[in-house]
């Protein structure tokens, strides 16, 4: 197959892209975008700053431009996030206890029923863990009891039968860290007591400071062992090395319950960290050497 995502439904997989609202009228952008992904993840339209700026009033507006475009253009969508400590709105931040957990739960609700029935996945919850310890972030959401997690599933799942709902994190692809046995531990307790959880989102974004390391097979293997599916969410690669690409497509090919890969934005020029040139595409657009090690390595598939 000649692009991304029919090189990855060649074995049922999808291979995704953050999308801005803002860069939709760029045409080199939406070519791509177009031609090369599948899967469609808001890169900040469906957060929560975005979806309720002032409590109990959603606006949905580029929310909505992304999720048409990817559904016009034959694509699904990873809804992303509702429920994290950062990019809440001003009203959220200031509250704390049970008005904040109700806000929370109001929310996800609000979120979830505007998109019933046409989110693929949901990010539910997002970087709940400590960086460090193996515990929980210390955040207003974790002050309202540790259960705000569960919670968070309970709420979507009753919300959106049928969104497959996710667990999304960073620094939790190397097995060996206290944060990614920190996550697993919980996956784990969620499937025994039932409380609803259908996959786990693994960031991916590699750095110097967090590099890539061969052991993130076993960490997809693992979970995926749990009884959930594992995708990953945020793919991109300081200085998008071709060899360390491959390594990541294949981890993922050899993992049966991991059913997708989205890269974190189309051109280097689009990147959160643009500086890193993380991504697939320059920025002009060409095609980079990652680029076509990850299209073969799906291709051998
Ligand atoms: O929309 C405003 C614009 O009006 C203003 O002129 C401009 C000035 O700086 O800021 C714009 O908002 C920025 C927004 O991106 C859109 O570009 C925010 O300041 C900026 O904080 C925001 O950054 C986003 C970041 O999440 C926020 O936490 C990045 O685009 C986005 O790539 C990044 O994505 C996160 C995932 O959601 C979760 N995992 C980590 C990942 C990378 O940080």
Redesign the pocket.
Known sequence: ASTLGAAAARSGRYFGT?I?A?KLGDSQYTTIANREFNMVTA??EM?IDATEPNRGQFTFTNADRIYNWAVQNGKRVRG??LA?H??QPGWMQSLSGSSLRQAMIDHINGVMSHYKGKIYAWDVV??AFDDSNGGRRDSNLQRTGNDWIEVAFRTARAADPDAKLCY?D?NTDNWTWAKTQGVYNMVKDFKQRGVPIDCVGF?S?FNSGSPYNSNYRTTLSSFAALGVDVQIT?LDIQGASAQTYANVVNDCLAVPRCNGITV??VRDSD???SGDTPLLFDGNGNKKAAYTSVLDALNAA
Do not use: F, I, L, M
Request: glycine share 4%; aromatic share 18%.
């Open positions: 953050a801005s803002s890169e900040n957060k992303h996030t994290w950062q990019q997002n970087e999304n960073y960031q974004h945020e974190w934005g990147s959160w960290r």
